[in-house]
């Protein structure tokens, strides 16, 4: 590993951590829905900067998954299979963001029980370290079998 590819990794390892703790931990912090959604906006909007900002200048090729990306573009031509994707993926991210937000809340009643001042806060640390472990993780080897 060079110390480019190094710097990227702690990069994106610090980036992926941030914007995971301050995504959970936001409701602490701002109050009301709306002011919530423009927050998490932001949130992500400045990380996406940062990802482009950080990212190496060359990719590192992966055959398998740029054939998937080129069949998915080839969906996307097609006016009707975009929107069911489109949909679907809608509808999919909503359930998910639905499900993860009860289970955040449910955990940080836990915690609060149990006299945490700021469970959100905690519980953001604690998954922020986990998504910055995940990036620094080395990547899995795929067995080849003749």
């Known amino acids: 590993m060079t110390d480019e590819s190094l710097r990227t990794s702690v990069t994106m390892a610090a980036l992926a951590g941030g914007t995971v703790a ?3 931990a936001l409701p602490e912090y ?3 829905r709306w002011k919530r959604l423009a927050a998490r906006g932001a949130l992500l ?4 900067v940062g990802v ?3 990212s190496d200048s060359e990719p590192t090729p992966h055959p398998d998954r ?7 573009s080839r969906r996307l031509e097609d006016p009707v299979q975009r929107t069911a994707i489109w949909l ?3 509808v999919g991210l909503s359930a ?6 009860k289970a955040l809340d449910a955990a940080a009643a836990r915690f609060e029980a149990r006299g945490a001042r700021s469970p959100r806060t905690s519980l953001g640390l604690a998954l922020g370290a986990i998504a910055a472990g995940t990036q620094l993780a ?4 795929k067995s080849t079998k003749a």
Not at 66 to 72: F, H
Not at 138 to 141: A, G, I, L
Request: charge should be negative; proline fraction near 6%.
């Open 22 to 24: 301050a995504w959970t």
């Open 30 to 32: 701002v109050d009301g």
């Open 45 to 48: 909007a400045t990380s996406s």
């Open 52 to 54: 482009v900002l950080a």
């Open 66 to 72: 740029d054939e998937k990306l080129a069949a998915l």
């Open 88 to 90: 679907i993926a809608l």
């Open 96 to 101: 998910v963001s639905s499900i993860e937000e």
């Open 138 to 141: 080395p990547p899995s080897k």
